[in-house]
Each structure stands twice: as structure tokens, then as C-alpha cells.
């Protein structure tokens, strides 16, 4: 009767390792796109797998929309001024991120970072901006998230007078290749997260896959952005398994085992 029943436990644990559990640590469920379809968007990743979802603020109207929702789903969020609206960055908007930094439901400080491809704010306000938010990470021991295009020198640079003092981090939607994935691994507890870009023809990230440890990497879909090439239209957390098919493939992984990392991974540094 014990053994059977033993039996019978062991069978269901074993069932659910197999499960596919995926960590989504990009998706901007409080973009207004969602608004009107959050519930069902909700339920299609659960049904591939989603069971986390990370909910990253831009600005500060988007960061306090991130909050209340991983307050009400359950999820974390981050809150931060991306370098496009470096140009209307002041002392006001630095008052309100830190007031909710405060939030327990913030554990992350993003997503921030430098943009010299689209260049919608000057270089300086963009440098300076970083700054500012990089210190507010230090202020309040959280790992910062951090958008790049074209920017890496400089992002390396400035990085490196932070990086004894931040507690790491995150390059999401990694654009670079191996020599920039290389450059990053260097920084204690900064992770590369791959998104839906990997699935592009001409992907220079998809390059550096093979670069990135596991136990380093990340997979997020930045809904609802960067949509993969399988799908049309507007991208969503049930599409990152387009993602980790791409990674799977390349690494020669199953899936539930890259999934299952990047979710650990994806826990450690944005749950603690
Ligand atoms: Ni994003």
C-alpha cells in the first residue's frame, strides 16, 4: 500500500519535471497594446508554459502601470526612465522613481540604458541619465535592466566604475555579438537575455548564443515588440517558445532544459 502509493508520488514529481516552465523576464504587459486582452494574453502563456513575467517599466507613467499589475498578478516589475526620454529627465522624475523604487514589488531598476541608433535624446542627457539611475541601483541594492544599441563601448565604460558596487544585472534583448557577449560575461552577475530578434534571418545576437553559458542567460519576449518571424502581428509572453526553439536548436539542449534554466536564472536575479 506505502510503496504503491509511493509509486504513484514519484510518477506525478516525474510528470512535472518534464512540464515546460518558462520564465518571460521582458514582457510589457502594462503597455496600453494589452489593455483591452490582458486576461486572455495571460492565459495563452500559461498554456505554453509561461509561469513568470517579468513586468518592466519605461518611464514613469509605465513604471508605475508595472507596479500596480504585479501587485494585482502576482509578478515583479521594474521601474526606470529609458534613454529615449533621457531628454525630460529631472529632479521631479528623479523623485518619483525613487518613491517607487520603494515598492516591494520593484526589484529591478529599468529598463535604463544608452540608445545611439534611434538617438531620440542627446548623448550627454543619455550619459548622465544612466548615471543617475545606475547610483539609484547602488542606493537601493537592485540590479539594474539595461537596453543597448550601438552603445556598447560606451556602456562598457561607464559600467565598469559601477561594477564593484551594483549587484549585476541584465542586457536585455542582447543585439550584440560574441565579442560584446564575451565583454559582458566579464561583469560579476550580469546576465544576456535573447528575445524574439534571435528568430530574424540576419540576427547578429543569434551569433553569440553559442558564447553564453546557461547558467548566464536569459530569455524574454519585450512584448509587444520584437515579434518572431513564425507569427504576425503583436507579439506576447505564449510566443517565447519560438525563442528557446532557436536556443535549444543551436545548443543542441531540449527546451525544458534551457527552460528551466533561464527560469532559475531568471528568479535568482529579479526574485530575491
Ligand atoms: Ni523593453
Known sequence: MYNDKNTRKNRKEGEQNNKVRIYDSHAHLNDPQFKKDLEEVLFRAKQNGVERIFIPGYDIKSSSRAVELAKSLNFKASAGVHPHDAKDFNSETLKKLEQLVSSPHITAIGEIGLDFYKMYSPKEAQISVFRSQLEIAIKFRLPVILHVRDAFED??????????????????????????????????????????????????????????PLDRMLVETDSPYLTPSKVKGRNEPAYIVYTLEVISKILNIPLQIVAKKTYNNAVKILEF
Open 155 to 212: 556602456i562598457f565604460r561607464i559600467l565598469s566604475e559601477y561594477n564593484n558596487e551594483l549587484p549585476g544585472g541584465i542586457f536585455h534583448c542582447f543585439s550584440g555579438g560574441p565579442d560584446e557577449a564575451e565583454e559582458i560575461l566579464k561583469f560579476k552577475n550580469f546576465y544576456i537575455s535573447f528575445a524574439g530578434s534571435i528568430t530574424y534571418r540576419n540576427s547578429r545576437a543569434k551569433r553569440a548564443i553559442n558564447t553564453v
